[in-house]
């Protein structure tokens, strides 16, 4: 069997709240931290496919707290 691993990681202004938002919708395969100025989500899995999905919806979901967090931003 195929084991997939990959980690998306990215720049932002307020880490932990950028990764607060998006931990709830991880699924049992993914983590999400926060450190450094950065969000640092980990994947893994067994089917490529799966694995793909699940980087398009946490993307989308990344692009969507972006703009929140930069609307309410103090």
Same mark, same amino acid.
Do not use: C, F, Q
């Given at each position: 069997?195929?084991?997939? *691993?990959? $980690?998306? !990681? !990215?720049? &932002? &202004?307020?880490? *932990? /709240?950028?990764?607060?938002? @998006?931990s709830p919708d991880n699924l049992a =395969?993914?983590? %999400? %931290?926060?450190?450094?100025?950065?969000?640092? %989500? /980990? #994947? =893994?899995? *067994?089917? @490529? /496919? $799966? #694995? #793909?999905? =699940?980087?398009?919806?946490? @993307?989308?979901? @990344?692009?969507?707290?972006e703009d929140v967090c930069t609307c %309410? =931003?103090?």
């Open positions: 069997m195929m084991s997939v *691993e990959g $980690t998306v !990681t !990215t720049v &932002h &202004h307020d880490p *932990e /709240r950028v990764a607060g938002s @998006l =395969s993914m983590k %999400t %931290t926060a450190g450094a100025g950065m969000v640092i %989500t /980990r #994947i =893994s899995g *067994e089917n @490529l /496919r $799966t #694995i #793909i999905a =699940s980087v398009d919806d946490y @993307l989308m979901n @990344l692009a969507i707290v %309410t =931003s103090p």
